[in-house]
């Protein structure tokens, strides 16, 4: 079981805006900020956001990130066929002296 | 171009030991803080432990504690996982990846920017 919660799956027509939640505690999300990965089939994970809704150079704009208390959430606008992927919500979180923890993930499917 | 390549990954027996490396290049090493992620096969990803900058602080997630050693040599732009005591839990696929900021807690900016492909390493007799 994740320490980071969330739903397993999400899905959406071309074109839609998808949300995908994260949920945490106060020893991560409460206190730290958020990533998020995104995992295309057969490749490496890729940074989507980072410090909670800061995008990196390249990554774009359709992609958003927020994050409220101890839960967060990705947002995708203008869903495309290339965004069915696996993401991942991840946090420091600084209960056992220290440890970074990821969420379970979302699979994405555009249908 | 700014690349990580692990290597080090084998079928090894279960009680066994292996030794992963991450040659690192084009950015500089030793500003960065470096991490293993593993994902075993068809889960999610795995936190397995952090290396600062300098190596001043290095962490790991519990499972691991006491079995294995992150470490890093700035004069080679290289990163190590070694791997003791190695159980059918450990299979999975150990990703190289390099973090936003130079320290493992405490920095706002941080997220793993930079992913190696990834290294195999199977456990099983």
């Known amino acids: 079981q994740s320490v980071l919660t969330q739903p397993p799956s999400a899905s959406g027509t071309p074109g839609q805006r998808v949300t995908i939640s994260c949920s945490g505690s106060?020893?991560?999300?409460?206190?730290?900020?958020v990533n998020w990965y995104q995992q295309l089939p057969g490749a490496a994970p890729k940074l989507l956001i980072y410090?909670?809704?800061q995008r990196p150079s390249g990554v774009p704009d359709r992609f958003s990130g927020s994050k409220s208390g101890t839960s967060a959430s990705l947002a995708i606008s203008g869903l495309q066929s290339e965004d069915e992927a696996d993401y991942y919500c991840?946090?420091?979180?600084?209960?056992?002296?220290?440890?970074?923890?990821f969420g379970g993930g979302t699979k994405l499917t555009v249908l | 171009e700014v690349q990580l390549v692990e290597s080090g990954g084998d079928l090894v027996q279960p009680g066994r030991s292996l030794r992963l490396s991450c040659a690192a290049s084009?950015?500089?090493?030793?500003?960065?803080?470096m991490h293993w992620v593993r994902q075993a096969p068809g889960k999610g990803l795995e936190w397995v432990s952090g290396?600062?900058?300098?190596?001043?602080?290095?962490a790991y997630v519990d499972s691991v504690k006491g079995r294995f050693t992150i470490s890093r040599d700035n004069a080679k732009n290289s990163l190590y996982l070694q791997m003791n005591s190695l159980g059918a839990e450990d299979t999975a696929l150990y990703f190289c990846?390099?973090?936003?900021?130079?320290?493992?807690?405490?920095?706002?900016?941080?997220?793993?920017?930079?992913w190696g492909q990834g290294t195999t390493v199977t456990v099983s007799s």
């Open positions: 106060s020893s991560n999300l409460r206190s730290n900020t």
């Open positions: 290396i600062s900058w300098n190596s001043g602080s290095v």
């Open positions: 084009g950015f500089i090493f030793d500003d960065y803080a």
């Open positions: 990846t390099k973090d936003r900021v130079a320290t493992i807690a405490g920095d706002y900016y941080c997220g793993l920017d930079v």
């Open positions: 991840a946090a420091w979180d600084d209960s056992l002296n220290g440890r970074w923890v």
């Open positions: 410090y909670n809704d």
